[in-house]
């Protein structure tokens, strides 16, 4: 059955599941979210992008060969553009979009308008699905089902840049805030990918679970959860040791299909792959109220009175030290005075 709807959640939009199910009113209207309407937006509906501002969205019809542009005040479609054959998702890129074609194994680019740009097309494989929620510095991720591959996708330019490798069918994977690590659920494999994009290497291969066809990344990325359709079940991964460390499936419903992550803030600086990192601090100078004008002051050792010092061992560097002679302090050498301000009292 094709789904033609999207439910608008306040505050959270969804598009319709991929299972087939049209959303219904939920039975209870006293928690967190509630439906606050209904949009028929054309058939299947996959892909979804929302504005800055949360007032439009994006949708990627793959059963139509197009994008619907939805104003979420009105609850309405307000344009439809033509977008290849089967596009999957979309992301925003410089000056357009970039849509991914399932059954073309291309991306296309599209322009603000949504003209699709003559010449812009990139093969990246046979089935290329969703794109990674966010961007890291300029750069997003998207996987192709049936090439096993995972791309590197530059949004300033809207072009592929390369791909790594990675388990049998893989289906959309999730980045961590700092671009380091991309976590790639293996549907036919039942495992997850753990890619290194700094080096460009595959860091581990975590056999979690049978037909995993989706996951998020916690909010404080110490976690990746994973929905293991093979089992009904969802298995969380360790961002720091790649180990299995729990298992839940009460509750979870057969065939669990994808795992959604509450997007917050990035992780505090010092804080990565889920450890939290203490930054060294340099040690506080011991200080003292001065005895008059309030002012703060530096315990510092006695000097003997004398002209020049030179420090041991650095001779070769030409280095000396001024005494407490030079500063006005003892000695034969008489201080100079510097002129007051206006004001001032000499001390």
């Known amino acids: ?71 979420l005040s009105e609850s309405a479609v307000v344009a439809r553009w033509e977008a290849g054959e089967a596009p999957l998702d979309l992301v925003r890129v410089e000056g357009g979009w970039l849509v991914s074609q399932f059954r073309d194994s291309t991306l296309i680019r599209l322009d603000d308008e949504g003209r699709i740009v003559p010449g812009a097309v990139w093969d990246v494989g046979a089935g290329p699905s969703l794109f990674t929620p966010g961007t890291v510095r300029g750069e997003t991720w998207i996987t192709t089902e049936f090439s096993d591959r995972l791309w590197t996708v530059d949004t300033r330019d809207g072009t592929p840049r390369g791909f790594h490798a990675t388990g049998d069918r893989p289906y959309p994977a999730d980045v961590m805030w700092d671009g380091s690590y991309a976590f790639v659920p293996n549907l036919d494999a039942g495992s997850v990918s753990v890619i290194d994009l700094l080096n ?36 969380f991964i360790n961002t720091a040791s790649f180990a299995v460390t729990g298992r839940v499936s009460d509750g979870i419903g057969p065939r669990p299909f994808s795992v959604v992550g509450a997007r917050g803030r990035p992780p505090r600086a010092g804080q990565q792959r889920g450890r939290q990192h203490r930054l060294r601090r340099r040690p506080r100078i011991p200080r003292r109220r001065a005895a008059a004008g309030g002012r703060r002051a530096t315990h510092r050792p006695p000097r003997a009175p004398g002209r020049r010092a030179r420090v041991r061992g650095e001779r070769d560097l030409g280095h000396a030290r001024r005494t407490g002679a030079d500063r006005g302090v003892g000695g034969d050498r008489p201080r100079r005075d510097r002129p007051l301000r206006p004001g001032a009292r000499r001390r």
């Open 200 to 235: 460009g290497e595959l860091d581990a291969t975590v056999e979690a679970c049978p037909g995993p066809p989706g996951g998020a990344l916690t909010p404080d990325q110490v976690t990746y959860v994973v929905a293991c359709g093979g089992s009904d079940e969802v298995a």
């Open 1 to 71: 059955m094709r789904v033609r709807t999207l439910a608008a959640v306040v505050p959270l939009a969804l598009a319709a599941a991929a299972c087939g199910e049209s959303p219904r009113e939920p039975d209870d209207t006293d928690g967190p979210f509630r439906v606050g309407a209904t949009i028929d937006v054309g058939a299947a509906p996959h892909g979804i992008r929302f504005s800055p501002d949360g007032d439009t969205a994006w949708v990627a019809l793959s059963g139509e060969g197009g994008i619907a542009v939805v104003d």
